[in-house]
């Protein structure tokens, strides 16, 4: 009994020999761009993007990169009522992120991310949840957006020019 124990045991260690551990290396859970970034928005001027920007980026201590992102956004009615108002609005927000290396004043990474929602409207005037279910819409689309952004970080060199 001893022996069948001892073999089972062997058996079970051989099996697991090629095992790998998924934060194995934490390259994926580090943003190389935290405090190392100085970040400028232009486009469309969204009032919480500026409180997402220090939690992703951190504070410019090390002044190493510089971080532009570009949003663009299109409106398109899905829908229109027979008095002309549109009841069903499809947003599209286009994110373009350049990234630049400071030292040698060239682009190091370019990226475009596009985030598509929709929205119903429950009144043709002013309809506070209508509003407020926009503003988490936007909200969403950025945080998605910046996390995809520094999730691709990981695949890429970014300490050299294009």
Do not use: H, W
């Not at 899905?78 to 009841?87: L, R």
């Not at 929709?118 to 005037?125: A, R």
């Amino acid at each position: 009994m001893k022996k069948l124990i001892i073999v089972v045991f062997f058996y079970f260690l051989a099996s697991c020999s090629g095992v790998d551990f998924v934060y194995k290396d934490n390259k994926n859970l580090v943003n190389p761009l935290f405090q190392k970034t100085e970040v400028g928005t232009s486009g469309i001027n969204f009032n919480f993007m500026n409180s997402y920007l220090p939690m992703y980026f951190g504070n410019n201590n090390e002044n190493v990169f510089k971080l532009i992102i570009n949003i663009t956004e299109r409106k398109t009615n899905i829908s229109v009522e027979t008095n002309q108002a549109a009841s069903n609005l499809k947003y599209e927000l286009r994110f373009f992120y350049t990234l630049m290396l400071k030292k040698d004043n060239c682009i190091s990474y370019e990226k475009e991310i596009t985030s598509n929602f929709s929205i119903i409207s429950k009144s043709s005037g002013y309809n506070y949840g209508t509003d407020a279910s926009l503003e988490k819409k936007y909200e969403l689309a950025i945080r998605e957006s910046l996390n995809q952004f520094v999730s691709s970080l990981s695949e890429i060199n970014i300490e050299n020019c294009l």
